[in-house]
């Protein structure tokens, strides 16, 4: 298991024990999911329609008003991350070929070659060693 993946994994956890905690913080604050059931059920609104006010208005509209926490966000993967960053760098690499988004769109090749580079970059990344870490001097005696 690589440091990464092990980041992620205690990242993961930390989420899993934040959200169960805002699932509890929900409950007691009125917004848990007999509430919503009990909103959706006693609605004259189509139910999915309910579903959506509950989750897109009201529960923005009680964080907004502080009566709920923001949801935890849940961490992105090593492999997500790096598909991120490989990306951006491939977007760079269309605009060196003449790529410009305010002109016009992709085309289906260009589209299909961007889709492919982030796919050959990512498995190249994935598959080549760890870089080592480096050694931070943080006392700033420069040696001296």
Excluded: C, K
């Excluded at 980041?7 to 999911?33: K, M, P, R, W």
């Excluded at 991120?84 to 002109?103: A, I, K, N, S, W």
């Amino acid at each position: 298991m690589t440091s990464d993946q092990a980041t992620y994994e205690q990242q993961l956890e930390q989420y899993h024990h934040d959200l169960e905690a805002y699932q509890q913080q929900l409950y007691s604050a009125g917004f848990g999911a007999s509430d919503r059931a009990a909103y959706i059920g006693g609605s004259f609104e189509d139910p999915e329609y309910a579903a959506l006010q509950w989750d897109e208005n009201l529960l923005s509209q009680a964080e907004a008003a502080g009566q709920i926490p923001p949801r935890p966000m849940e961490p992105l993967s090593p492999r997500e991350e790096l598909t991120y960053e490989v990306r951006d760098q491939v977007h760079r690499e269309l605009f060196e070929r003449g790529y410009d988004p305010f002109e016009r769109n992709l085309t289906d090749e260009e589209r299909a070659w961007e889709e492919a580079r982030v796919e050959e970059l990512v498995a190249q990344r994935l598959a080549a060693p760890e870089p080592p870490t480096q050694q931070v001097d943080t006392d700033f005696d420069f040696d001296l």
